[in-house]
Each structure stands twice: as structure tokens, then as C-alpha cells.
């Protein structure tokens, strides 16, 4: 309504127990188009915000298997108001291709009336206008496993099928604990609530560490989607999580093998040429007015870091496996 703050909502972040929502919207683009949605070249569009991790996992995949070509991009504003993701960022606020200014009317057209929020990643169908999933689980597998027709050649094995129950092992603690788990404290309203998670992100993240210690990779010795989801948190961990959500015992740079790590696959073409740290401030401490009133971003941390030699090199591994790395941008 007219007169009425359409950033309202935002003050809501931190005010609400958190609980993570199951994806509505869970059908699958497959080579056999089970769900009625086949995979094919140029049909869909992936829309994302370079702020959020879960959307970032899938720019790192596309990268990666070469699909820029086949599955076009739409990035959001990383500043949301109340109807959620927006495409102030394009000419005439619109998406080009799609022709909407806000992702929720890929949804309304996919269902009208639903009553469930407007997440990223998101894969709409273009020639209808209409939502096809927002599964951000499922998404990325299914281009690593339906895709592979469209894949570029030499396109790496992210979901190798004879280490996929260690890879789902992984990941599955992973995200409970580090992915789900800094939101879990950045947006509790109890301090048993923010205690409980901020212990589980610090036990899982010491696990994973020591991990690390003596292998290059969460799985085996590529590249996998393991390391695609721990990355998108832990490149986030210092300019958001460490103070914003007040995961504080340490920050990600003063863990010697997660920050050398997280080095490694920021240098990787397809990890760090997918981040924005711009964005990813701007949307954490401009929207989440709930949890940082003033809306103020802060000016650190100093990301020069990241450039720095790792020295992950002498645990060897081969970052692509048999593939090759994506063409440089």
C-alpha cells in the first residue's frame, strides 16, 4: 500500500526462531524429463543472488561443467524488500530475458498464492514464465548427473558415482552443522538456541579441519560437490559470519588449514571469479535489520588474503581429475 516501508520485513531478521524450509518447489530437470521438464539447451534460467551461498554453489557448478551457454543467468539485487529478490540491476528494473521485476512472479505463475518464501537458486522455464524448481539440494547434483549432454568437453566429475555415500556423508554433516549452522546462530533469539549452533559450527568446522590436514579435498582427490558447498560458507565466514552472526571463536584466517583450503579453491577457475563480496556485504547487513539495525556494512575485512600463496599444491590431488579447468574469463 501506498506510504507503507516496502523494507519492513527486514527488521524481522533475528526476531523469529529460525527454521531452514524444505524447497516447495521440488521438481527435477532430467535427461528423461520424469517430472515433465527435460533438460535442453537454452530452455531455462537460472536466477541467483551472488550474495546467498546456496545460490553461489550453483554459479560455482554452472562455471565449472561449462554450461554457460546452455542454462542462461539472472543475478538479483542483492538488497531484497518485502517481495523479495528484485532485478533492479537490469535496465527498466526487468529481467531481459524473463521480462519480470521480481522473482515471485516466476512463482505466482508456477502457483498462484503460495504462501512459502521467494528463495534462490531458482530455475525458471522461459518459454512459460513459470518456476520449475528451487531445490537447492537437488539442483546442482541434477546438472552434474542429468546434464552431462550439455556438459564442455572436459568437464570435471563433481558427484563421482563410486564415492557418492562418502560425498553424501560429508556433505550431510556439512550442511547441518557449518552451511545451516551459521544461520542457526546468526538468527537465533535465545541464547540456548545461538550456544547450541555456535558449538556445532565450531565442532563440525574442527572435524573438517582435520580432515584437511592430510588431503587436499573433502572426497578422494578431485574436486567434488563436497567442496563446492563447504566453500560458499567458508568465503563467507570471515566477512559475515565471524561477526554478523557472531560465530566469533576464530575467524576462518586464523585456522591454518580451512583458510589455506579455502585459498586453494578460491584460486580454482569456477570459485573465486564466481564471488562478490559486495554483494554478499551489502545483503547481510542492509537486509538483516533485525540483527544490525544501523544497516552499516562494514569496510573490512582486507581481502587481499585470498590471493596468497597456499601451498595445498604439496598434498597433491588433481583439481579437475581426468577434465580440465574452465576457460578463463
Not at 145 to 172: F, K, N, Q, S
Request: net charge negative.
Amino acid at each position: 500500500m501506498a506510504g507503507e516501508d516496502p523494507n519492513a520485513g527486514n527488521a524481522a531478521y533475528g526476531k523469529k526462531s529460525f527454521k531452514r524450509s524444505r524447497s516447495h518447489f521440488a521438481d527435477r530437470i532430467t535427461a528423461d524429463a520424469a517430472d515433465g521438464w527435460p533438460v535442453e539447451a537454452g530452455r531455462y534460467r537460472l536466477v541467483v543472488s551472488l550474495a546467498c551461498p546456496w545460490a553461489s554453489r550453483a554459479l560455482v557448478v554452472r562455471r565449472l561443467l561449462g554450461l554457460e551457454d546452455a542454462l542462461s543467468l539472472a543475478v538479483t539485487d542483492p538488497i531484497q524488500d518485502d517481495r523479495s529478490w528484485r532485478f533492479t540491476l537490469d535496465p527498466d528494473d526487468r529481467d531481459p530475458v524473463l521480462g519480470i521485476r521480481y522473482l515471485s512472479e516466476a512463482y505466482d505463475a508456477r502457483e498462484t498464492g503460495y504462501p512459502g518464501g521467494v528463495s534462490v537458486p531458482a530455475i525458471v522455464d522461459v518459454p512459460s514464465g513459470k518456476l520449475v524448481t528451487n531445490d537447492f539440494q537437488q539442483l546442482t547434483l541434477d546438472l552434474e548427473t542429468e546434464w552431462t549432454a550439455l556438459h564442455r568437453p572436459g568437464a570435471p566429475d563433481l558427484y563421482p558415482e563410486p564415492l557418492r555415500a562418502e560425498i553424501d556423508e560429508v556433505m550431510e554433516g556439512v550442511y547441518r552443522d557449518v552451511n545451516n549452522g551459521v544461520y542457526r546462530a546468526g538468527f537465533a533469539t535465545k541464547q540456548s538456541e545461538y550456544e547450541d549452533a555456535y558449538r556445532d559450527v565450531f565442532a563440525r568446522l574442527d572435524t573438517v579441519s582435520e580432515r584437511l590436514a592430510g588431503q587436499r579435498y573433502l572426497v578422494g582427490d578431485t574436486i567434488t560437490e563436497a567442496d563446492v558447498r563447504l566453500f560458499t560458507t567458508l568465503v563467507r565466514f570471515d566477512a559475515v559470519y565471524h561477526g554478523h552472526f557472531k560465530c566469533n571463536r576464530n575467524k576462518l584466517t586464523e585456522d591454518p588449514v580451512l583458510w589455506a583450503y579455502a585459498r586453494d579453491l578460491f584460486q580454482t577457475p569456477g570459485f573465486g571469479d564466481t564471488v562478490d563480496f559486495d554483494h554478499i556485504k551489502r545483503h547481510y547487513y542492509e537486509v538483516h535489520r533485525g540483527i544490525n539495525p544501523t544497516g552499516i556494512v562494514p569496510l573490512g575485512p582486507d581481502q587481499a588474503g585470498w590471493l596468497t600463496p597456499h601451498g595445498r599444491e604439496r598434498l597433491g590431488g588433481r583439481p579437475f581429475g581426468d577434465g580440465t579447468p574452465p576457460a578463463a574469463r
